[in-house]
């Protein structure tokens, strides 16, 4: 079946670090992949997507390229900010079937001023 | 503000009571769906609704037992719960078409954060 594997965290940083995040993905076809951020006590949000291998997502500073021939979807940021803590998860659909959203076990990251 | 509301936010209940948690949503959206989130666990899809017919029942207990009125409205009855399903549970909805929910966009609320005692 469809899985996300996510690396270990919590990872812990300095402001204006660089991030990246690794993710891979087990799924057949053409899946289209996510990242979703948990900002604490609140609900998940969608932070960035692609559809199709070769796409980058980016928003808010953050970018995501879909690696197809290493089933990637790994997460950077240039210059991280305080504000940036929270949980983040990767996420797979198969296409066309968005109600089987996969997440990944999620991994915290913590910014420090 | 996601456009999906969820109450309440927390809720402690004991294992026999019953109570149930409520989802709107103000995004014109026909799929609605809830999920479970555990410490240390990946968030697990529960129930899907599609056009108010529920598709997709992950093999929850039948102590979870989901509503959906119409488009926009979505419970989830609880009914003698175990100390394990202490958990966030977070109530999402996307566009979804005639037939089953399409390749869009799943939009989350902010969680009803559950404690049973």
Redesign the interface.
């Known amino acids: 079946g469809d899985s996300?594997t996510q690396m270990e965290g919590p990872v812990t940083l300095s402001e204006e670090a660089f991030l990246t995040i690794n993710c891979t993905y087990t799924a057949t076809g053409y899946p289209?992949l996510?990242w979703?951020v948990q900002y604490p006590?609140?609900?998940?949000?969608?932070l960035l997507?692609a559809?199709k291998a070769d796409d980058k997502g980016s928003n808010k500073g953050f970018e995501a390229t879909y690696r197809k021939e290493t089933t990637s979807f790994h997460l950077e940021k240039g210059s991280v900010q305080v504000s940036d803590s929270a949980v983040y998860?990767c996420a797979l659909?198969p296409?066309?079937?968005?109600?089987?959203?996969?997440?990944?076990?999620?991994i915290t990251l913590s910014v420090r001023p | 503000e996601t456009g999906v509301t969820q109450t309440p936010r927390h809720l402690v209940m004991g294992m026999t009571n019953k109570k149930s948690l409520k989802c709107e949503q103000h995004l014109g959206h026909n799929a609605m769906y809830w999920y479970k989130q555990s410490a240390k666990k990946p968030l697990e899809l529960m129930f899907v609704y599609n056009f108010k017919e529920q598709t997709e029942n992950n093999s929850v207990p039948s102590r979870f037992s989901p509503e959906c009125p119409n488009s926009s409205h979505l419970f989830l009855h609880l009914h003698t719960l175990q100390p394990e399903d202490s958990a966030l549970y977070l109530c999402a909805s996307s566009q979804g078409r005639s037939g089953r929910p399409s390749g869009n966009t799943i939009y989350f609320g902010e969680g009803s954060w559950l404690t049973v005692v």
Do not use: I, W
Not at chain 1, 41 to 46: A, D
Not at chain 1, 95 to 106: D, P, R, V, Y
């Open positions: 996300v289209s996510f979703y006590g609140e609900g998940l949000q969608l997507k559809t998860f659909s296409t066309g079937a968005n109600s089987k959203l996969t997440f990944g076990k999620g």
